[in-house]
């Protein structure tokens, strides 16, 4: 009895330290908020697993028992794991990345997770426990909020909108969303049970949606807090009609239901107000509308992801492969946003192209499960019903513009497990006893075998990967590294042969780049170059049509010269993603630099042609022109650009003096003076270009007034001013 117990205990602590993952931030690694948190949690759950599986031979309650949403979990995960495998990469959507740490070995863990979760908190105690101990955790959390609100902390992404340790508001705002709806079940659930410490407790869980509310409030996260409102609204109405048999709580529904209308007509009447205005928050709200739709990412991705779900609608692409959507299908237009997307920011659209039709239904066989088990509950009120649904209704709703993270899964598949073990505590586990008779003899057995699993999952599903993780952060930390540092953290990275092997070959172009114009020796610039070209080929004979990897290759041969080698990975980057205007512009560029004028002006031009308000694309296409000896079509283009981004432009400078019309490139360099009144650098720019011109005197008095007015430049400026007095040119 002694030995059950113990196993049940370290089941329960180690399920409630889960409870504390999202507090992690792990300084050493790549992706601080994201990697810690992940590797804390599938460590955890690999050792809680072990014991779990250990532990029901010593006691029979931890036997897993099956309800429909054992049965979705494990369809779902089973159909997910098909599209994997059949997908376009199935490595990828295994290991995901750092910046994700998401993928099948993600839904893997949340299956181990939720089948120990399932079986230990089998009673109402335990769940009391664990969602006790949630709420605390939120309740900190909300102070760490607090001192991001009074910038006594910074908040990590910058700007007003906290993150808490998530280093993402919305991150924080679905956390937040889980925990408001758990106080907000607990706290009915002592009203309706009519205990002598219902007010009490109506205090405690009061202050923590407070605190819980002003956070969800200060992360602006709007789908999460339309969420929230939806997500109350519902059960509100659910109750109001249905709930005649609790008439005081049904008063409390249709006050509820009035609040939510008053305030909702409130806000549109007031929403032109200038404190609505001057508040981030409201602000963002009040900007709701099609045309702000029309600017967001999501106005040209999500079409983007049905193009790529009709072409793979039975079984998808696989997970992490959303890439190859997003660039074999990228709009043109979207050329003010990010430019690689990953995600389609809508949960239905992502496991429409990740999974495809059955990947989605397998997802949604969940939802449909848990909320048919909440329906048929004998064990849960009319009110206790309506605030699940509530709150699947609100986290469903706030996924339209999101995607799911570690911790939202954890929430999700732990709502699964709540449900599940209510509704299946008087079931019976025949089925053990038919398989491993009394357990005895597996008793014995069972414990060496968990640790030997639990030693190769951790070993095998981790250590490797957070070794070349922190070793990423050696190779690439500025100011402490010199270029033999960072490359032999770079070469220990790649001998891992991790997951981590595609963002470290990234990184390591741009290290080598920040070294090529420093003062390192060309032995150690050599030896970057080589091994930055040898890891792109190897990215490229795991992911040959992958146009990021094939887009870096050639930009890198380009960096290092070699204009006619970095051509052809151009143009299969542009092949697997015809309209990206930066692989135009790379590919026009390179073309440019290897003397193939009239091919750069065909590549350029479609880029332009793509879409003609694109300032990069017009700039670009002048300087094609230029070298085509098209100087009249090219000013023609130039005059649409606004003078202030022209004259910063270096490349149309340069071409304009490198075509033999340096009066004209040295006329924007004039322009720019004008604009930059209080930067020496461009007065010493229009020096040059006076002398170049051969007005010498234009020249000197130029650097005259650089020497009257910069004086941390005098000394310069007339040692030059000697200079050309003399006849030379400095």
Do not use: C
Not at 69 to 85: E, H, K, M, P, Y
Not at 494 to 499: A, G, I, K, L, V
């Amino acid at each position: 009895m002694k030995i059950s117990k113990i196993f049940d205990s370290v089941i329960i602590l180690g399920l409630v330290a889960a409870l504390f993952v999202p507090f992690i931030v792990a300084d050493s690694q790549f992706f601080p908020f994201i990697t810690g948190k992940a590797f804390v949690f599938r460590i955890l759950v690999e050792i809680l697993f072990g014991v779990w599986l250990a532990g029901m031979f010593w006691n029979k309650e931890l036997i897993p028992k099956f309800s429909w949403i054992t049965g979705s979990v494990l369809v779902f995960i089973a159909l997910i794991t098909l599209a994997d495998l059949s997908g376009v990469s199935f490595y990828r959507s295994f290991w995901s990345n750092f910046e994700r740490m998401d993928g099948l070995i993600t839904l893997l863990h949340m299956l181990a997770y939720f089948f120990v979760a399932a079986a230990t908190l089998n009673n109402r105690f335990k769940w009391n426990v664990f969602f006790n101990t949630s709420i605390a955790a939120s309740v900190i959390m909300s102070f760490y909020a607090f001192l991001q609100m009074a910038h006594k902390i910074q908040i990590n992404q910058g700007g007003v909108r906290v993150d808490g340790t998530f280093g993402n508001a919305t991150y924080l705002a679905v956390y937040m969303l889980f925990n408001i709806f758990i106080a907000l079940f607990l706290t009915f659930r002592a009203h309706q049970e009519n205990r002598s410490y219902k007010w009490f407790v109506t205090g405690v869980y009061g202050i923590a949606m407070l605190f819980q509310g002003i956070v969800l409030y200060a992360t602006a996260t709007r789908g999460a807090i339309l969420g929230l409102i939806g997500g109350v609204l519902l059960p509100a109405i659910i109750v109001a009609i249905w709930g005649k048999e609790y008439p005081g709580f049904r008063k409390i529904s249709i006050g509820t239901i009035a609040a939510v209308l008053i305030l909702v007509g409130g806000f549109f009447a007031i929403r032109n107000a200038d404190f609505v205005k001057r508040s981030p928050t409201l602000n963002r709200f009040a900007s709701l509308s099609v045309q702000e739709l029309n600017t967001q990412g999501r106005r040209y991705v999500w079409p983007m992801a049905v193009k790529g779900f009709l072409e793979k609608p039975i079984l998808g692409w696989g997970q992490e492969n959303f890439n190859y959507v997003f660039n074999k299908y990228y709009d043109p237009r979207m050329f003010t946003q990010e430019p690689w997307f990953d995600r389609a920011h809508n949960v239905v659209l992502d496991w429409l192209v990740a999974g495809g039709l059955l990947g989605f239904l397998g997802y949604m066989s969940m939802f449909v499960a848990v909320l048919v088990l909440i329906i048929k509950s004998k064990k849960f009120s009319l009110i206790d019903k309506a605030i699940w649904i509530g709150l699947l209704a609100a986290y469903f709703f706030q996924n339209l513009f999101v995607f799911d993270n570690l911790v939202s899964y954890m929430y999700f598949f732990a709502i699964l497990a709540f449900v599940h073990s209510d509704f299946v505590q008087e079931k019976t586990n025949s089925w053990f006893e038919r398989v491993f008779g009394d357990g005895r003899t597996a008793q014995k057995i069972a414990p060496v075998v968990a640790v030997i699993l639990v030693i190769v999952f951790i070993y095998g599903l981790n250590a490797k990967q957070i070794s070349a993780n922190r070793e990423i952060i050696q190779a690439i930390v500025p100011g402490q590294l010199n270029a033999e540092d960072s490359l032999l953290a770079f070469k220990k990275v790649f001998d891992r042969q991790t997951f981590a092997d595609g963002e470290a070959t990234e990184q390591l172009f741009v290290q080598m780049q920040k070294f090529g114009g420093a003062d390192v020796s060309d032995q150690a610039k050599k030896d970057f170059a080589e091994l930055a070209v040898n890891r792109f080929n190897i990215q490229l004979q795991k992911y040959p049509n992958d146009a990021r990897t094939l887009l870096f290759t050639g930009t890198l041969l380009d960096r290092l010269g070699d204009f006619k080698t970095s051509i052809p990975y151009l143009e299969r980057a542009l092949e697997n993603s015809p309209k990206k205007q930066s692989i135009m512009f790379e590919l026009g560029l390179a073309h440019l630099s290897a003397g193939e004028y009239s091919s750069a002006l065909e590549t350029l031009k479609k880029a332009y042609d793509e879409v003609p308000d694109f300032n990069d694309a017009k700039i670009l296409y002048a300087v094609a022109l230029l070298y085509n000896k098209n100087i009249d079509e090219a000013k023609k283009i130039m005059a649409q650009v606004p003078v202030e981004v022209l004259v910063s432009d270096e490349r149309i400078i340069a071409a304009l003096a490198g075509t033999g019309h340096l009066s004209d490139a040295v006329g924007l360099i004039e322009k720019r003076a004008v604009l930059q009144p209080k930067s020496p650098e461009v007065r010493f720019r229009l020096a040059a270009g006076y002398l170049a011109l051969n007005q010498r005197a234009k020249a000197i008095e130029i650097l005259r007034v650089i020497s009257k007015d910069f004086p941390a430049n005098k000394d310069q400026a007339d040692y030059y001013i000697k200079e050309i007095q003399a006849g030379r040119n400095p």
